[in-house]
């Protein structure tokens, strides 16, 4: 589910001597002792609260004194909520909040407008390096995923960072990308309930539309059509079986 690994990012103006750390991940003492490094932490920021991006955040908090800042309130540590829209200023990088509710609700992407001469932005798992995201259920829905996207397509050009897999050349492709992926699931449910009947349960119309899904990832695919079913009958039908 998290491909190779989580990635965690550190930020930081070539002349700064702190850095900014993006999802520090799971509790794994060498790693959080490799991202300090580099410099003094000055700021932890979180993508979303899944636990392969901040069950470390407690641990790297007390050993660092860094501020940890999520959108949700319950992932912070020493550090107020993030905010949509606001502009960080931290080891000398600028970086803009936008909220990306989808994947959960909580989730958020971080857009470096000055790296380089395109940009730059920090996608959690909004958009990943390959395949495609999990929407979950009920945390997240297909209709806020959507407009997330068009949030990320709007940067334009900028380098997608992802927070699994390798990095992208271009947000804007890879949400064009995204959201031609999610219409054409949207059409094999829509099949799949023309087949089944119009009040054809999670299970049944996932055995259509995953046919050919592993075993070990069939619980992500029912959480892909109750998200997909929600957005069709509305938000009353957002349980899954």
Do not use: K, W
């Amino acid at each position: 589910m998290s491909l190779d690994g989580t990635n965690s990012y550190l930020l930081a103006a070539p002349s700064s001597e702190t850095v900014v750390v993006v999802d520090p991940g799971p509790l794994d003492e060498p790693h959080l002792a490799a991202l300090q490094s580099d410099g003094r932490v000055e700021l932890v920021l979180i993508t979303h609260h899944h636990r392969d991006h901040t069950e470390a955040s407690a641990r790297f908090h007390e050993l660092t004194g860094a501020p940890v800042r999520a959108l949700d309130p319950l992932y912070c540590h020493g550090g107020a909520s993030l905010l949509d829209g606001e502009t960080l200023l931290a080891a000398g990088v600028r970086i803009e909040v936008l909220a990306t509710p989808g994947h959960t609700a909580d989730s958020v992407c971080f857009h470096l407008p000055d790296d380089g001469p395109i940009g730059s932005v920090l996608t959690g798992d909004t958009v990943l390096g390959r395949g495609t995201t999990v929407l979950g259920c009920p945390d997240g829905t297909l209709g806020e995923y959507l407009d997330s996207l068009d949030r990320l397509e709007a940067l334009g050009d900028a380098v997608v960072l992802p927070a699994h897999g390798p990095v992208l050349p271009n947000i804007g492709e890879a949400a064009r990308a995204y959201r031609a992926h999610r219409m054409e699931r949207l059409d094999q449910v829509r099949a799949a309930l023309s087949a089944l009947g119009p009040d054809a349960d999670v299970g049944a119309v996932t055995d259509v539309v995953y046919a050919e899904v592993d075993p070990s990832v069939r619980r992500a695919a029912e959480q892909s059509v109750a998200v997909q079913l929600q957005y069709l009958r509305g938000p009353e039908h957002a349980q899954l079986a």
